[in-house]
Nanobody
Framework: QVQLVESGGGSVQAGGSLRLSCAASGGTFSMYNMAWFRQAPGKEREFVASISRSGIRYYTDSVKGRFTITGDNTQNSVYLQMNSLSPEDTAVYYC?????????????????????WGQGTQVTVSS
């Protein structure tokens, strides 16, 4: 059973930066597709960024050029560097993982694609 633990959230002013971390345990990290999602109050959980086992990265349009997702197999961790933050980025950020043998028939930018989730970390950006 894979466990994902996020950290690094907090409060920052607009224009600032934060780096989120997601530590994975209980599985072979290099065999997972990893992603970050976020959920603002009253809204559905939405895709932010993902990194495949081969290192291919995808981003939602609103964060392109500002956010960077990276993975470190030696640390069993995935990171999300967030720069030029705006109040619209305020949300709970969730780390997600898809194991090799799990198949939902969904796309990488949907929540159903992933079978493991962290508990989330709050990011608040003030204007």
């Amino acid at each position: 059973q894979v466990q994902l633990v996020e950290s690094g959230g907090g409060s920052v002013q607009a224009g600032g930066s934060l780096r989120l971390s997601c530590a994975a345990s209980g599985g072979t990290f290099s065999m997972y597709n990893m992603a970050w999602f976020r959920q603002a109050p009253g809204k559905e959980r939405e895709f932010v960024a993902s990194i495949s086992r081969s290192g291919i990265r995808y981003y939602t349009d609103s964060v392109k050029g500002r956010f960077t997702i990276t993975g470190d197999n030696t640390q069993n961790s995935v990171y999300l560097q967030m720069n030029s933050l705006s109040p619209e980025d305020t949300a709970v950020y969730y780390c997600a993982a898809k194991s090799l043998l799990y198949s939902s028939g969904s796309y990488y930018y949907t929540t159903n694609f992933y079978n493991y989730w962290g508990q989330g970390t709050q990011v608040t950006v003030s204007s």
